[in-house]
């Protein structure tokens, strides 16, 4: 793959050096794919060495490491971190969790430790360029500096007191020389996984870096390049008869995107067309026997149902019927503003091999949704690991649908009482706060549980630069003179903890094309 990328791009480079070893597939000492004894850091060592070697070698001004499975977003990150003009600098990077490609401080040993000056750089609280003790993974070299000629990774400084590894030496190596390491947050530049521990596997490897794929998607188009092929992925169901898609056909930002991250992670689906509420009238709506449940009332803004709900709950009724009508057992419904969780697609399989095990008599399952009684707690399904017996909740992100939940979802005849549907759904599993709501279903008896954590997120959430609600945003149900757009004052779609407090990002989508303005920080809390 490399050789057939450099065949296509060596033209636009000065220089180009290709010096392939003899294939090695593993250390003597190695334990694992995983496992990196001392002969393999040694091994990384004295590659870095090389590189540095060949660079200072062809008097290049800059050298750039990038590790292989870091994802650079930004086109003017090289310019950036020029413009700084430092001897060594790193453009932040971000991942699921607070790991990054920086430390703010270092034990007595040489390893990472925690600082109060960690978070608030990560999270983009404090922006700018950041003294720190070590950056990683991805950072700039400037050459022409005299001092730089001091800096080495292999062999060790003759001081260097810990044990080997490539990153440590290198940031000892730049401490005895005086150089001092910075860190540069001041615009969003790429992405990088989070380290697997040494008993994982490869394909739990391929399964992280394909969620860092993903998340780099929510934000920035990007496609691999034209000058590499591999194999592609085949895409599978997971086990499902179906996995359906919901997309507004004008919503073609959406659709490309998850059709592009369900690429990565190997997901199979059906497009299904969303209806357009916006596009409904009132003639239409009495011609399919659309009414309003009596009395219902928007919990946030106190307003009635939305055209924009009544097209989203008619998307999920089509699908309904669709079960129905083909008999498919077992079907994964999603909608296309969402965000995968890391080992999405294994975690899933799992969760239903466990609940076919135990014989679990199940009608829907959520992936994804927002519990709303938080105080109260869920109860663990006896038998299965991951699952609950959920409360009153909102959204329709992800759920997986039995052929006899379909059936008795169809039965409650929603549609002359209808209300959002994420509001039907408690209802039909008798988890409405609301008697008076619940009074116009006779039939609550749906059998539904919930994984346990989640694991799908909304791309957005309220107020963030990049949200737009297509169901809030409209027109009342029976008045296309009055519009709609209450959430954004509202709490209907706000994570259980501020997104200040947590530090989700504001995200616009972006080509990694072009210049790229500030964004913030990405990810909810997580443990280092």
Same mark, same amino acid.
């Given at each position: ?44 060592? @004295? ?11 062809? *008097?290049?001004?800059? /050298? ?23 001897? /060594? ?13 920086? *430390? ?19 999270? *983009? ?87 860092? #794929?993903?998340?780099?998607? /929510? ?11 591999? $194999? ?10 179906? /996995?359906?898609?919901?997309? #507004? ?9 998850? #059709? ?59 699908? %309904? ?28 399989? $799992?969760?239903? &091999? ?5 014989? #679990?008599? %199940? ?48 039965? $409650? ?17 008798? @988890?409405?706060? @609301? ?41 009342? *149900? ?7 757009? %209450? ?8 994570? &259980? ?32």
């Amino acid at each position: 793959m490399l050789q057939e990328w450099l065949r296509g791009v060596q033209h636009v480079y000065h220089s180009v050096e290709w010096r392939p070893i003899e294939k090695l597939s593993s250390h003597a000492d190695e334990e694992g794919p995983k496992h990196w004894p001392e002969s393999r850091v040694l091994h990384v060592m @004295k590659l870095k060495q090389a590189a540095l070697r060949a660079a200072r070698r062809l *008097w290049a001004d800059y /050298i750039l490491f990038v590790d292989s499975d870091n994802l650079l977003t930004n086109r003017q990150v090289l310019t950036n971190m020029i413009a700084e003009n430092l001897t /060594i600098v790193a453009p932040m990077l971000e991942s699921k969790s607070l790991y990054s490609n920086f *430390w703010c401080g270092v034990t007595p040993q040489g390893y990472y430790r925690r600082t109060p000056e960690y978070i608030p750089i990560r999270k *983009w609280k404090r922006q700018g360029c950041f003294a720190v003790p070590m950056v990683h993974s991805t950072y700039l070299l400037d050459l022409r500096r005299t001092v730089s000629q001091d800096l080495a990774f292999h062999p060790a400084h003759t001081q260097y007191p810990y044990q080997i590894d490539d990153i440590m030496a290198f940031a000892f190596s730049a401490r005895q020389a005086g150089v001092q390491m910075y860190v540069c947050n001041k615009d969003h530049y790429g992405y990088l996984p989070v380290p697997l521990e040494q008993h994982q596997t490869l394909e739990e490897e391929e399964e992280s870096f394909a969620h860092t #794929l993903t998340e780099a998607l /929510i934000v920035y188009t990007m496609e691999p390049s034209q000058y590499v092929h591999s $194999a592609p992925k085949e895409p599978g169901k997971m086990g499902f008869d179906e /996995i359906f898609l919901i997309n #507004l056909k004008r919503r073609a930002d959406r659709r490309e995107r998850m #059709l592009s991250s369900l690429a990565v992670l190997g997901i199979n689906v059906t497009l299904t067309e969303a209806v357009d509420g916006k596009a409904l009238n009132s003639s239409q709506l009495q011609a399919m026997g659309i009414d309003m449940l009596p009395g219902y009332k928007d919990p946030y803004s106190d307003r009635v149902l939305t055209r924009g709900e009544i097209g989203c709950f008619l998307s999920h009724y089509s699908i %309904w019927k669709q079960v129905v009508q083909q008999e498919l057992q077992q079907v994964l419904v999603l909608e296309d503003d969402v965000r995968f969780e890391p080992r999405f697609c294994s975690r899933l399989v $799992a969760i239903m &091999e466990n609940v076919q095990r135990v014989g #679990l008599d %199940w009608d829907l399952i959520y992936v994804g949704r927002k519990r709303l009684q938080v105080k109260e707690p869920e109860l663990w399904v006896k038998g299965v690991s991951n699952l609950v017996h959920p409360g009153y909740s909102y959204w329709t992100l992800g759920y997986m649908l039995s052929l006899q939940g379909a059936k008795k979802l169809l039965h $409650a005849k929603p549609l002359n009482k209808m209300l959002p549907v994420d509001e039907f759904l408690p209802i039909m599993f008798n @988890k409405h706060p @609301k008697d008076e709501y619940m009074q116009y279903f006779e039939q609550r008896h749906l059998r539904a549980f919930s994984v346990e954590p989640l694991l799908l997120f909304p791309t957005h959430f309220t107020g963030e630069p990049g949200y737009f609600s297509d169901t809030e945003t409209s027109t009342i *149900w029976d008045d296309e003179a009055v519009e709609t757009d %209450w959430d954004r004052g509202g709490a209907k779609h706000r994570p &259980e903890q501020q997104t200040e407090e947590i530090g989700i990002p504001p995200v616009t989508l972006h080509s990694a094309r072009s210049e790229v303005p500030p964004l913030s920080a990405s990810g909810k809390t997580d443990e280092l």
